[in-house]
T-cell receptor
Framework: GDSVTQTEGQVALSEEDFLTIHCNYS??????LFWYVQYPGEGPQFLFR?????EKGSSRGFEATYDKGTTSFHLRKASVQESDSAVYYC??????????FGSGTRLLVSP | EAAVTQSPRNKVTVTGGNVTLSCRQT?????MYWYRQDTGHGLRLIHY???????QIGDVPDGYKATRTTQEDFFLLLELASPSQTSLYFC?????????????FGAGTRLSVL
C-alpha cells in the first residue's frame, strides 16, 4: 500500500544551521505531497504541498521539491531558528480523501 | 474564526470503560477524520466521514466506532476501552473542493486507559 518514510527520528541543530529532513514515499501515479508542522501542545498545521514532478512548495523559509524519479520530497531550510523546534510530518494524498503520514521527525534547535 | 475544536482535552478512564471523544468544525468542510498519534507511528487514520450519516473505515479501526451526526460534529466512541488505546487523538477536517485534500487539525485529546 501507499506509505511515507522519514528516516530521521530526531534532528538536533544550532541556530543558523542548514536543515534537511528526508522524506521518501511509495505510491502509484502522482500523489499530492505535504509537509505539516506540529508545535508542542498543538495539532499538526499544514506547511505547504506540491502535486506534480519538479514542483517546489515553500512556506516560512522551508521548501521541498517533488521528485518522482527518486520518490522524494525532502524538507530544507537554509538557516533554522530556535522557534522552528517542532515535529515535522511528511504526508501523501492519493485521492479518495485519504492522507497517509510518515512517522515524524523531531527538530531541536539550540540557541 | 473557522476552527476544529476537540473535547475533552484530557480524559482518563479504566479498562472496559466507555469513552466518547467529540469534535466540532466550523470550516464548513465536508470531510472529517479521526487520527491517533503514537511515538514511532506518526498519525494513523481510524475513521473518516464525508458527510452527516456517513462513515468510512480507516487503517486502524479495531476497537473504535464513530458517528457523524451533522456536518459539524464527529464523534469517536470507545465502548470497551483497553490500555492499548492510550494515545493522543486528533480530529481533522478537509474541503471536498480541495482535490489535494489539505487537512486542518484540532488541538487533540489525550486519553489514558488505566
Amino acid at each position: 500500500g501507499d506509505s511515507v518514510t522519514q528516516t530521521e527520528g530526531q534532528v538536533a541543530l544550532s541556530e543558523e544551521d542548514f536543515l534537511t529532513i528526508h522524506c521518501n514515499y511509495s505510491a502509484s501515479g502522482y500523489p499530492a505531497l505535504f509537509w505539516y508542522v506540529q508545535y508542542p501542545g498543538e495539532g499538526p498545521q499544514f506547511l505547504f504541498r506540491a502535486s506534480r514532478d519538479k514542483e517546489k512548495g515553500s512556506s516560512r523559509g522551508f521548501e521541498a521539491t517533488y521528485d518522482k524519479g527518486t520518490t522524494s520530497f525532502h524538507l530544507r531550510k537554509a538557516s533554522v531558528q530556535e522557534s522552528d523546534s517542532a515535529v515535522y510530518y511528511c504526508a501523501l494524498g492519493t485521492g479518495g480523501y485519504k492522507v497517509v503520514f510518515g512517522s515524524g521527525t523531531r527538530l531541536l534547535v539550540s540557541p | 474564526e473557522a476552527a476544529v475544536t476537540q473535547s475533552p482535552r484530557n480524559k482518563v478512564t479504566v479498562t472496559g470503560g466507555n469513552v466518547t471523544l467529540s469534535c466540532r468544525q466550523t470550516n464548513s468542510h465536508n470531510y472529517m477524520y479521526w487520527y491517533r498519534q503514537d511515538t514511532g507511528h506518526g498519525l494513523r487514520l481510524i475513521h473518516y466521514s464525508y458527510g452527516a450519516g456517513n462513515l468510512q473505515i480507516g487503517d486502524v479501526p479495531d476497537g473504535y466506532k464513530a458517528t457523524r451526526t451533522t456536518q459539524e460534529d464527529f464523534f469517536l466512541l470507545l465502548e470497551l476501552a483497553s490500555p492499548s488505546q492510550t494515545s493522543l487523538y486528533f480530529c481533522a477536517s478537509s474541503d471536498a473542493r480541495d482535490s489535494q485534500n489539505t487537512l486542518y487539525f484540532g488541538a487533540g485529546t489525550r486519553l489514558s486507559v488505566l
